[in-house]
């Protein structure tokens, strides 16, 4: 049973930082393209960042400079340093493996989605 567990998201004036994690069982997550989604109130599920199997990264233009996102093979689990925060960032955040590597705005995923992790950005 694949379970994806989201971690590290939390409050945040804008310009601030954090570092989300993605932590998943039942899979070998080195063997997917992975990323990391966004859904904020009223809007629909967005990918932003993402990360084949061989490494190379994808970003969304809205975070593109200012997001990383990067995986731990031996842990399993897959980041996303988020640095100089908008009020537009807000949102919970969720990782899955992508239908789509290039972020184009499809938020579909292949896997059961988690909780997710709420992040909040405000003055």
């Known amino acids: 049973q694949v379970q994806l567990v989201e971690s590290g998201g939390g409050l945040v004036q804008p310009g601030g930082s954090l570092r989300l994690s993605c932590a998943a069982s039942?899979?070998?997550?080195?063997?997917?393209?992975m990323g990391w989604y966004r859904q904020a109130p009223g809007k629909q599920r967005e990918l932003v960042a993402t990360i084949s199997r061989s490494g190379s990264t994808y970003y969304a233009d809205s975070v593109k400079g200012r997001f990383t996102i990067s995986r731990d093979n031996a842990k399993n689990t897959v980041y996303l340093q988020m640095n100089s925060l908008k009020l537009e960032d807000a949102a919970v955040y969720y990782c899955?493996?992508?239908?789509?590597?290039?972020?184009?705005?499809?938020?579909?995923?292949?896997?059961?989605w988690g909780q997710g992790t709420q992040v909040t950005v405000s003055s």
């Open positions: 899955n493996a992508p239908v789509m590597i290039v972020p184009t705005g499809d938020g579909r995923g292949k896997f059961p």
């Open positions: 039942g899979i070998i997550s080195s063997t997917y393209n």
